[in-house]
């Protein structure tokens, strides 16, 4: 076979395997949006069915031949060919070292798991979770053996959503970080000038919220008719498809901002989801994300950097005034953004802030080493939590739905995820700041609701180059320098230092 | 290999099947209730690729071989192994008789054309349909010579809903029900006594229509925690599993007729499937529906012999009264009853009546024959169905979406189904009469609000049985009689005979 009817051959073959890993997309946003819960075994078994499909046909050793056949010519190493090429090779010989009957035990643990932590949470019982726990790290360090390692079983498990990164790096950055972050932190909570936070509480009745809502995400460029906004209990966004892309968010009533900042958060994720190439590459690396860590650049782009900012409030703040008549009339826009810009130590992540979230991270993934690399037992691990979480921040959960069981992540075996929300937030400032160097001023723009400019950026820039570059290269070539965190910090000190006067 | 050890490996193979099947079905479910339209495509193919997946795996050639050997020891021919053989047996022989080009083709094609009738349907533009339609008509028409037929091509085609029934005994059913329903229509149409429509637009907003739907769903026993109710351009009920049946329903605010039967219409098919057995059997025949016309004689049975009778609205009335504040204050219990029960020509199938029903389906039967046997053009559906329906009700559609665009059916492919909605009236009556002379007298029970004596009737004598037997062969049991229009027609004649004073 030539090399070019060996990559047509492939490129069938992943087109095909796409469309069945979508259509376990549909069924796993199903069950966490719309099925009964007495439909779980069952879709526990499906998921499990095809995953296993999934696994079998990738693994098809026929696949290994016919990727090392079409490398024999790639041509241009950053063309359309030898970018899927590289990733289907990368992919294939990571994949190929698990076992079928692990990745079906995986999928059906975790799906029934996640319906477990969902009731777990509700009650506040982490005993009730805590078996499946134990089932989903053993089954994630069986993986860890398998795929191997140099250093740490966790630099196994980070490859699948950070490829090359390693816990020695993060072992590296995260002490740094959090030291600057507990010196702002510090200077943050003895500022004689705080906000008023009972403007949070302000009650917000929930259908107006899911109008509001779906405002916000037209506005950043979120295109309804290619995609959909629903209700689950941890937001996700998840894409089935080129011309289907859907978020969720959550709602509470006294709580406006929980559902407001889930749905920027999501809108960015969405907004790289509808921006990757939906043409003929659609299913192929070439029209995939780069990585964790660059999806999460993108949320936190337009929940933070613009969705937090005052340019953003200038021009959403007297549509919120209209849309929730009597609640917010009396409130200045400086009153608000300082508001949603607070800062304070606090129990749950997705509630927390721009200063405080990385340290809630660093949290998760020392936790998260000592229990892959065995340190520490499942059945230990809300007292670990809470010890934590007083040395981190001097506070001590109640209960565990406010602690341990806040997150669905671990029910999922995602072990390795966490850490991409920080390298997400350092990217998303450095990323930001080249934006607004060669297409900004943005304030203006955003004063007016005008966010197309940097939209337009972003997809011409990250979305529509899908896995071309790596995500450091892509980092590396977009901004001009590599990955620091001095951008967020220098950011945070700016912002926070003008809000708080320290 | 041994006959036990071929059953148990078609019993591994036909439950993984059934799990394929499911997935397709969460697929078809979410592409009609929640997914954006630019979706289409990409969900065609996918609906595609498992359509082709199923028939390739249940038409393995090893799948022949292990009937075959399983049958050469089948054990008692009413017990679950050969009543699964039975069925497996004929499934099998049907369907590797298509080719799976042609399964696949017909997959994306009814995919996509379900996006264009329901656009056309919204511009009431034919012509935006028509050559989707002709697409079916020819793959429909292949379909039938592949299954091969005595008399009619269109008698391959019943098979699929009603396995045995021809369209020559169709011909002696419908004429002598068209002439006692016709004389009955003439009767009310000339009554002097004649019911208030104006009660039927009476204003109900759809967020208290959607939370009455739901209790009447409840009332009835559809079971909330194995099953939702959803919003769909024409109300559909499916089962995705052991424990979740998912119906659906639509709203206008000035038809409250329209969500409530439909909800128990949808209802009546959801309590079917429910009902089957969901223990190990699931996946199987012997868990499975016998028919279209079984299947439609539960939903008419809740949504008509009980859902349209006084008994029933003796409990209902003073709730819906309370749910709609002010709406049906002023109303006696029995010209709402009267009004729900009116009777006279009109242009849509589903919001027809009781007496009228079967003649829409009468007309929709003599125009599918004509297409199938080639005798009529898609092009010329519009004239042909104006023209019958000026001779069944002297009445014209003021437009195609109140004529032949009206029903989904055609743009699923699937031509010979509307039959068995005839046969699903005639068994409701039949199994109506005998479940009242064994479980009854119902009327007591109704009035407050006990459906349950009824329903454990059905879930013991017809839903827990599966296939068990054949359609004619359960009725004969269960009801002490074949299939006869007398029940029906004695029903509808006494009911509506009081009503109207004819």
Redesign the interface.
């Known amino acids: 076979m030539t090399p070019e009817k060996a990559y047509e051959e492939l490129l069938t073959r992943m087109k095909?395997l796409a469309?069945?890993g979508?259509?376990a997309g549909?069924?796993g946003w199903?069950q966490e949006v719309?099925?009964?819960?007495?439909?779980?075994?069952?879709?526990a078994?499906?998921l499990s069915?095809?995953a296993g499909l999934c696994h079998q046909k990738f693994t098809d050793p026929q696949v290994g031949g016919l990727i090392d056949q079409a490398l024999a010519a790639p041509g241009d190493p950053l063309g359309d060919k030898a970018v899927n090429l590289r990733e289907w090779k990368r992919s294939y010989e990571r994949s190929k070292k698990l076992p079928q009957s692990l990745v079906e035990e995986m999928a059906r643990t975790t799906s029934n798991a996640q319906v477990e932590w969902v009731e777990a949470r509700k009650a506040k019982d982490f005993k009730r979770f805590q078996p499946w726990l134990e089932k989903i790290i053993a089954l994630t360090q069986q993986q860890a053996e398998c795929y191997g390692y140099e250093k740490s079983p966790y630099d196994a498990l980070l490859e699948d959503y950070e490829p090359g990164l390693t816990s020695a790096q993060l072992d590296q950055l995260f002490p740094p970080l959090k030291k600057r972050l507990s010196a702002l932190v510090a200077k943050i909570t003895s500022a004689p000038k705080q906000p008023d936070l009972s403007i949070l509480k302000r009650a917000c009745p929930i259908p107006l919220q899911q109008a509001f809502c779906r405002r916000l995400a037209e506005a950043i460029g979120f295109d309804?008719?290619?995609?959909?906004i629903?209700v689950s209990a941890h937001p996700f966004t998840t894409g089935?498809?080129?011309?289907?892309t859907r978020i969720t968010t959550r709602f509470e009533e006294t709580n406006f901002e929980n559902s407001f900042f889930s749905t920027l958060h999501e809108g960015g994720h969405g907004l790289y989801d509808q921006g990757l190439p939906s043409d003929g590459h659609?299913g192929t690396p070439r029209a995939s994300a780069v990585s964790l860590g660059i999806h999460e650049s993108q949320s936190r782009l337009w929940e933070n950097l613009v969705g937090r900012g005052l340019p953003f409030w200038k021009f959403a703040f007297p549509e919120l005034k209209k849309t929730f008549p009597g609640v917010f009339d009396d409130l200045s826009l400086e009153a608000f953004h300082f508001a949603i810009n607070h800062s304070s130590p606090s129990f749950i992540r997705t509630e927390s802030d721009e200063v405080t979230y990385n340290l809630h991270v660093a949290l998760r993934y020392d936790i998260e080493v000592a229990l892959i690399t065995g340190k520490l037992k499942a059945a230990d691990v809300p007292e670990a939590w809470n010890k934590a979480m007083k040395e981190s921040f001097g506070i001590t959960p109640p209960d565990d739905s406010k602690g341990c069981l806040q997150d669905v992540h671990w029910s999922h075996g995602s072990f390795g995820y966490f850490p991409t929300y920080t390298l997400g937030n350092l990217y998303s400032a450095q990323f930001f700041a080249a934006a607004a160097r060669e297409a900004g001023p943005f304030e203006p723009k955003f004063e007016k609701g005008d966010f197309l400019p940097l939209k337009k950026w972003l997809n011409e820039k990250i979305h529509a180059e899908g896995q071309r570059y790596l995500a450091g290269d892509l980092c590396e070539k977009v901004t001009g320098k590599p990955l620091t965190s001095d951008f967020f910090l220098d950011y945070l000190e700016k912002k926070f230092g003008a809000l708080y006067g320290v």
């Open positions: 095909e469309l069945l979508n259509t549909v069924l199903d719309y099925m009964p819960g007495a439909g779980a075994p069952y879709r078994d499906q069915l095809l309804f008719n290619r995609g959909r629903d089935l498809g080129p011309g289907d659609y």
